[in-house]
């Protein structure tokens, strides 16, 4: 199916928080499944790997083992949100889509080099630079710059994820096709970027029950988002 953005017209960010919460409905049953699927499983390795305390090296494989699956189930979670922008049927079934071993490789390295550029930013500017120079308002330009650095990389790398799962590019190049198709956008995408953060921490308050509908909301967001700002997508490699 091929999917169509408009690219031309400027980035409206309200037009996409509206149109992504309407396609929230009928979607927050399966993606609230995933989600208590991902808390279980969490809470079943952390259980195993307390268990397993006493031997030297199971603890850290289990840890691993969990961290991997756990990362794979929320990149599902995005499946159904990709899935639900472009209006193309929804299931439980594709929380597990990232598991398929051509697909997992590419996310897990996909998460590794995002982690390795973070973690090279912060270790710079945040820790190396402000012991080196001594001085506490270098130390804090120096922080500055690492955290508007962060920022800047989250932001321009922030759809690289859907273009390993929808059309099953490898890591590096789903990097650079991220970086151009939010060319002209940082901004705006910085401010939806916040606004989605504020929505969420004010679901939060009613006892957390606003969560029910933001949780999903986010994961559709998501993928609206990567079909605003794309018009030249080819037909999805994600199953029906």
């Known amino acids: 199916m091929q999917r169509m953005s408009n690219l031309n017209n400027p ?3 309200m037009d996409i928080i509206t149109t992504s919460w309407n396609l929230t409905k009928g979607v927050k049953g399966i993606i609230w ?3 208590i699927i991902l808390i279980a499983i969490m809470i079943g390795f952390h259980i195993v790997e307390a268990m397993l305390d006493s031997f030297p090296i199971l603890p850290f494989a289990i840890n691993t ?4 699956i756990s990362l794979l189930l929320q990149m599902g979670l995005f499946v159904i949100g990709i899935n639900r922008a472009t209006e193309r049927p929804v299931h439980y ?3 597990f889509f990232p598991f398929r071993l051509n697909l997992a490789y590419k996310l897990i390295l996909l998460f590794l080099i995002q982690m390795i550029i973070f973690f090279v930013i912060l270790s710079l500017f945040i820790l190396l630079i402000p012991f080196l120079v001594g001085s506490v308002g270098l130390s804090l330009i120096s922080i500055l710059i690492g955290l508007a650095l962060n920022l800047y990389f989250v932001i321009k790398m922030w759809l690289s994820l859907a273009y390993v799962l929808d059309q099953h590019e490898n890591p590096l190049s789903a990097i650079k096709h991220s970086f151009q198709v939010t060319q002209g956008k940082f901004w705006r995408l ?3 970027f916040f606004l989605s953060a504020c929505i969420l921490f004010v679901s939060i308050i009613p006892l957390g029950l606003g969560l029910i509908w933001t949780i999903p909301w986010l994961f559709v967001l998501y993928g609206v988002i990567y079909t605003r700002l794309d018009p030249n997508l080819t037909q999805s ?3 029906l």
């Open 237 to 239: 490699k994600m199953p």
């Open 33 to 35: 499944i995933g989600v």
């Open 11 to 13: 980035l409206s960010v």
């Open 93 to 95: 079934q594709m929380l």
């Open 190 to 192: 910085t401010g939806l």
């Open 65 to 68: 083992i969990g961290q991997i």
